[in-house]
């Protein structure tokens, strides 16, 4: 599976975007997906991910309640809802997956994700 994220851009502080991860392929259902951020000069973050069925989701605790992670599989297509975000949520965004089902205590790793997509980058001003 080829992976596209976009719907980074310049945001204010408090203010809010959506990124959006469009799938090729026509198994989009079959995998689990997630959301990684790296931040200039650190490592990479896990943020969000969720299971095959849409309903088992994860987060990092400082994006909860803030964040919301969703998929469509009509449109081969996850999404990262963010809300009052912070200076500090300032990273490249990326998106991964993973074919079949994950436990919930390995999708904040990122080395079970074999496919990847390009960064978009999210900058937030104070």
């Known amino acids: 599976v080829q992976l596209q994220a976009s719907g980074g851009g310049l945001v204010q502080a408090g203010g809010s975007l959506r990124l959006s991860c469009v799938a090729s392929?026509?198994?989009?259902?079959?995998?689990?997906l997630a959301w990684f951020r790296q931040a200039p000069g650190k490592e990479r973050e896990f943020v969000s991910a969720?299971?095959?069925?849409?309903?088992?989701?994860k987060y990092l605790d400082s994006v909860k309640g803030r964040f919301t992670i969703s998929r469509d599989n009509a449109k081969n297509t996850m999404y990262l809802h963010m809300n009052s975000l912070k200076p500090e949520d300032t990273a490249n965004y990326f998106c991964?997956?993973?074919?079949?089902?994950?436990?919930?205590?390995?999708?904040?790793?990122?080395?079970?994700?074999?496919?990847w997509g390009q960064g978009t980058l999210v900058t937030v001003s104070s």
């Open positions: 392929g026509r198994t989009f259902s079959e995998y689990a």
């Open positions: 991964a997956a993973r074919n079949g089902r994950i436990i919930l205590s390995a999708m904040s790793r990122a080395d079970v994700y074999p496919y």
């Open positions: 969720l299971d095959l069925n849409g309903i088992t989701k």
